[in-house]
């Protein structure tokens, strides 16, 4: 799948404030990361505006899910195309983050 294809699957939105941006505000990320093994399969790809791919940063996406919830509302509504085993790991990785923060 190519950048293209990418957006327009995602019809030009950012999963993570879901602003619909031309192709050039645009960014692919990983979900489950490429370090971590994660391959760069459509199911594992969503559409990332380049001011929300640099805002999180060096953090990891369920970090970076943990911190913003607007972030996390709008990637659980938008990134309908990532494989379900990717989202529920996800999940289960922003509760961890999510629980670790109350226990500090
Ligand atoms: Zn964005």
């Not at 990332?48 to 509302?73: H, M, Q, T, V």
């Not at 990637?75 to 670790?100: I, M, N, Q, S």
């Amino acid at each position: 799948m190519t950048r293209e294809e990418l957006f327009a699957r995602d019809g030009w939105r950012c999963v993570y404030c879901g602003a619909v941006q031309p192709a050039e505000a645009l960014s692919v990320d990983h979900v489950h990361p490429r370090v971590k093994g994660g391959d760069h399969s459509s199911g594992n790809l969503v559409t990332a505006c380049i001011a929300c791919n640099s805002r999180k940063g060096g953090r990891s996406l369920a970090r970076f899910l943990a911190d913003e919830p607007d972030a996390r509302a709008h990637f659980e509504a938008l990134a309908v195309h990532v494989w379900p085993r990717h989202r529920k790991a996800l999940r289960e990785l922003v509760a961890g983050e999510l629980r670790r923060e109350r226990h500090v």
